[in-house]
């Protein structure tokens, strides 16, 4: 047998109908997409049912990145079988039964092949490069296993085969995912700047941290509209604070308060973005609020969009809850009998929010502005204040929830993050919020696009999961982490009057050849800087379709 068995036809045997093994190709198929319709029946969103592949899929991309060895021997052993398999197929007869398994194998790499393009449309842009490759090297070694070398007649035939024709369609196709990889798995392909090994971005310090969390009761108007997707968070603020060698002669520790993405309470996620900001020597708050909300007529509601701007129903929901925790946490931090943990932690020394951090990514980059507002009300950040916002997503529309940021310090720096290829909020919002901050200096009230360089390999792909650990990478280092390092280094010098280390960092975070230089891929080409845009909605045309 060689390519009769593409072309072989459904046949009747003794004992009642032959069923095709190529039927298995929609069992392979159906079993790459039956976790993502499990959870779509559950309940589940687009997002939240085909996340759990997307993580999967980036872990398996950073092993095989960082694993050249392990790729190799994973395309050795593809194509073995694929020998061995082949060699079967030839003995076979055409009703071997066996042959539904490599079909239904076939079927779940076409699947998840499509599924990774699916992902790569509208999440990923490139960002993985080897997974890939080796699903198209193994459905390349599969389609040669079962029908042979590419051909358009078969075998005996005399005309063009419909099945041939689609069989080399499919190996062509393989070819196409795996011809990108090769320079990557060969060495050829530029290898991006290492980590910075030293100053901001590179491992955090001086301080090491302990972490703490303390459950806050959630406002009953909140707790009656909420969803069961988060029913097994118990939502709490975090509180991580450095340890500080008592011979050091610190009093007080100034404050960062961090918002995390929408239906991503996990603060192990943010791990990375916590530990360079505490190690520099402040008290974090890391606030877990409700994503999934429910409020009367939530699902016949047609959100409107407006200058960076939404009006969902669940806006006002989670501002209740995000005053209350922050009602928490002034409690336990700064109330005449604060948490017992964090005093034994602490001891004399004290928590300081008039020099003050606050940031978010995505949906907590929006809700930012709330937490700002309740701050500057209750005198935080009154020295000094920092104001981060990574790939932010559009903020509350209603007329109660405009903050009122008059009270905002001289010593403000404001710096909005924003991923060039983020396919989930894009980068308009983050133009409009700079424009919130337009009575500052210039030089303070900057947007930062980051740029996706496709260079080399690994690529570096700006998404708008940059900021979060799992996809953490050298991109992330040198784009993002170098900024919160400044950041930190900024607001504890202020908070301690440390007028040399302050005006250092400020000199960074407004020099523009250091903001944005992104180092050197392996053969001396410059990674593409960061953009400063210092009126993005006026200035750059860029911006010009956010209008």
Wanted: proline share 7%; glycine share 8%.
């Amino acid at each position: 047998m060689d390519a009769e068995i593409l072309d072989a036809p459904e046949e009747q045997s003794s004992v009642g109908i032959w069923v095709s093994p190529k039927w298995g190709l929609l069992v392979g198929i159906f079993v790459a997409y039956s976790e993502m319709i499990s959870r779509l029946l559950s309940g589940k969103d687009i997002v939240d049912a085909v996340w759990p592949h997307a993580v999967r899929s980036l872990e398996w991309t950073l092993t095989l990145r960082s694993a050249p060895v392990l790729t190799v021997s994973l395309f050795v052993v593809a194509g073995i079988v694929a020998f061995g398999l082949r060699n079967a197929v030839k003995s076979s007869t055409e009703k071997a039964g066996w042959l539904t398994l490599p079909y239904a194998m076939l079927g779940l790499l076409i699947g998840l092949v499509s599924l990774h393009l699916l992902l790569d449309v509208f999440y990923l842009r490139g960002a993985f490069l080897m997974l890939p490759t080796l699903l198209g090297w193994s459905i390349a070694c599969l389609l040669v296993a079962l029908a042979g070398p590419p051909s358009l007649r078969s075998a005996g035939g005399e005309g063009v085969s419909p099945t041939r024709v689609i069989h080399m369609l499919g190996v062509f196709f393989a070819a196409w995912l795996v011809m990108p990889g090769i320079p990557a798995i060969a060495g050829f392909a530029p290898s991006p700047p290492d980590s910075p090994s030293m100053g901001y971005g590179s491992i955090p310090g001086p301080y090491t941290l302990e972490q703490y969390r303390s459950p806050y009761p959630m406002p009953e108007e909140v707790s009656e509209v909420q969803g069961h997707l988060e029913d097994d968070v118990e939502f709490s603020v975090y509180v991580i604070l450095p340890n500080i060698p008592e011979d050091l002669p610190i009093s007080h520790l100034p404050l960062a308060v961090l918002l995390h993405g929408f239906g991503y309470p996990d603060i192990d996620a943010y791990q990375g973005w916590i530990s360079h900001l505490g190690a520099k020597g402040m008290a974090v708050a890391f606030i877990q609020y409700p994503s999934d909300l429910r409020p009367d007529g939530h699902e016949d509601h047609e959100a409107t969009y407006n200058e960076g701007m939404s009006d969902y129903l669940e806006h006002s929901h989670r501002d209740v809850a995000i005053r209350a925790a922050l009602d928490h946490l002034e409690g336990i931090i700064l109330g005449p009998e604060r948490d017992e943990r964090l005093d034994a932690h602490l001891g004399e020394i004290q928590i300081d929010p008039t020099s003050l951090w606050v940031g978010g990514h995505s949906l907590g980059a929006a809700y930012s502005f709330t937490t700002l507002d309740a701050a500057l009300e209750r005198g935080w950040g009154s020295h000094a204040l920092v104001v981060a916002l990574e790939a932010p997503a559009s903020r509350p529309m209603q007329s109660s929830l405009q903050p009122d940021l008059t009270l905002m310090p001289e010593e403000t720096i404001v710096q909005i993050g924003v991923p060039q290829d983020d396919m989930s909020v894009g980068m308009c919002p983050g133009a409009f919020h700079q424009q919130m901050f337009n009575n500052l200096p210039i030089e303070r009230n900057q947007l930062i696009e980051i740029q996706s360089d496709h260079y080399g390999y690994p690529r570096l792909v700006a998404s708008h999961y940059l900021q979060t650990d799992p996809v953490r990478d050298t991109l992330s280092d040198w784009s993002f982490y170098r900024r919160i390092d400044a950041q930190a280094d900024y607001i504890v010098a202020q908070g301690r009057n440390d007028t040399f280390t302050a005006d250092w960092a400020y000199q960074y975070m407004t020099d523009e050849s250091m903001l944005t230089g992104m180092g050197e891929w392996s053969d001396g080409t410059p990674v593409l800087p960061l953009i400063w845009h210092r009126n993005a909605i006026e200035e750059s045309n860029d911006f010009q379709n956010c209008i």
